[in-house]
């Protein structure tokens, strides 16, 4: 039983490491936010019209741009970038954005899901001299460049 654990983990451990897991979790925590404090009664959100649709589609939106780049990764920069403009949006259409918590929640998550980069394999120490050395090289021809600029 603790070996399936240790597997189930690890397996989760890596999969969570090749995704922009957490920008993901921060913007479909604000898009619950922004989508619980809409909550009202039907008869309500019908006699309103848009404005009254208009949280449950913001905060539903988030959520979706929450989960799109988890399934994704590919997809991140679309899907944080429109996260992160839905949650600004929130604040007009939405009780301040979940009264300023689901919008905060949902910008930290937009742009932690745009910055997300791909874990790079390590460098093996022989990768390593070989780009001391090609920057070492490009240090000494900006030296030279430099100087012969200088001179003239």
Known sequence: MLSRLRSAYGWFRA???????WG??????????VLKF???????IVSTGFGGVAGYL???GMILCGLIPIAL?????????????LAV?????????GFLVGMALGVLGGSMTVGWGAKRPRRTAADRTA?????ADRAV????????????
């Open 15 to 21: 999969f969570r490491r090749t995704r922009p897991f």
């Open 24 to 33: 993901g979790v921060w913007l479909v925590a604000g898009g619950w936010t």
């Open 38 to 44: 809409s909550l009202s009664s039907l008869q309500l």
């Open 58 to 60: 913001v905060g539903g």
């Open 73 to 85: 990764p590919g997809q991140r920069y679309t899907f944080g970038l429109l996260g992160a403009v």
């Open 89 to 97: 949006v929130s604040l007009v259409v939405s009780n301040l954005g």
């Open 131 to 135: 780009a001391d050395r090609v920057a």
């Open 141 to 152: 021809s900006d030296r030279v460049a430099a100087d012969l600029a200088v001179e003239a």
